[in-house]
């Protein structure tokens, strides 16, 4: 990180005078910032040496010359997120400023603590219809519903990001352009983006069927309306230290009888449990999965993946369940969509 104060230039500062500032500097950049120090441009060597290409006088004003639409990152960007633009960007250098536009620091790439990087394509499911929303979704596709100030699909994508994860795989159906132009290619954020386009809902594993290739590393799969802390490489890690096929992770579900529950042998009254709470590992909704497994899914059918993790106990194949014990809020209805506002609100997540 670097400290900007002798690198910011006004616009109306010369051509020259930022020659100097540049080379006495050790990052080959001026900053050009109006009155309240919003960042309006930015200046490097290259792009003096392109303006005397061009035959503009070195006395003239540097807004002539300057770069006045560079590529930043906000103050709430991970590292991961500011490293993945510099690698996308080939920078060595990025301002990062506030919502405002206000700059605060220079990030540079020898600087930056980059996290592993992993090569594992994640493939986040966006294509459900969000009815139980009602009037929420009519509109907008529960991905894009907004928990803070950021949609959810979003939030979950740069969670992925600080986790060291850069290629991305959205499955999408309903009101599916709006999600692809929110998103794009990723560029936004420093990563790739690619979409399957489900004509007709082929269910969280039907859909892996669309894949345009079959990837050399095992898949991590979400639904896109999930919010969770869970370490994703530790989830990669296990998948593979247990030598699984299939890992699906899974959280405990108490469950309380609101009766007493009798049990009976014949016409024999046996015992008497009142309103005894029953304990369930039931599917969190995130799974990794080897590549030879998807030649397992049918083709345009709908299969959900309890269904493609029944097919493979079937076969007797390796499969593993990864636990939850972080936070995990699956948005389901109105009121978990509400408790997320608000949990977020509370710097929960």
């Not at 593993?320 to 948005?331: G, K, V």
Request: proline share 5%; hydrophobic share 40%; with cysteine.
């Amino acid at each position: 990180m670097k400290q900007i104060d002798k690198l910011l230039i006004s616009p109306h500062t010369s051509i020259l005078e930022a020659l100097h500032i540049i080379d006495k500097g050790t990052v080959q950049i001026a900053l050009v910032v109006d009155t309240d120090k919003r960042l309006i441009g930015t200046i490097t060597d290259g792009d003096i040496r392109r303006g005397i290409l061009r035959g503009i006088d070195l006395n003239s004003e540097v807004n002539l010359i300057m770069k006045n639409d560079p590529i930043t990152s906000l103050d709430v960007d991970s590292k991961d997120i500011v490293y993945a633009k510099m690698k996308n960007y080939n920078l060595k250098h990025i301002p990062i400023t506030n919502a405002d536009g206000k700059i605060l620091r220079l990030e540079l790439l020898g600087e930056i603590i980059k996290l592993e990087r992993s090569d594992n394509w994640v493939v986040l499911m966006a294509g459900g219809l969000g009815t139980r929303l009602g009037e929420l979704t009519r509109d907008c596709p529960k991905p894009l519903l907004k928990v803070g100030s950021k949609p959810i699909l979003e939030v979950i994508l740069e969670n992925f990001i600080s986790n060291g994860f850069y290629r991305f795989i959205i499955s999408v159906n309903y009101k599916a352009d709006m999600i692809m132009e929110y998103f794009g290619n990723g560029l936004k954020w420093g990563v790739e983006i690619i979409y399957l386009q489900e004509n007709k809902r082929l269910g969280t594993a039907g859909a892996l069927s669309l894949l345009p290739f079959i990837p050399d590393k095992p898949i991590l799969v979400m639904n896109g309306d999930l919010l969770t802390k869970v370490n994703f490489q530790q989830l990669l890690d296990f998948h593979l230290d247990t030598g699984a096929k299939a890992t699906m992770c899974v959280r405990e579900y108490e469950f309380q009888v609101p009766y007493g529950v009798v049990k009976v042998d014949n016409y024999r009254l046996q015992s008497i449990e009142e309103k005894p709470v029953q304990q369930f590992f039931i599917s969190g909704g995130i799974y990794v999965i080897s590549p030879e497994v998807l030649h397992h899914i049918p083709e345009q059918t709908f299969y959900d993946m309890p269904s493609l993790f029944e097919k493979l106990l079937q076969l007797n194949a390796p499969t593993s369940a990864f636990p939850i014990r972080e936070y995990w809020m699956d948005i389901g209805r109105m009121d978990d969509f509400e408790r997320a506002n608000s949990e977020h609100l509370e710097g929960i997540f």
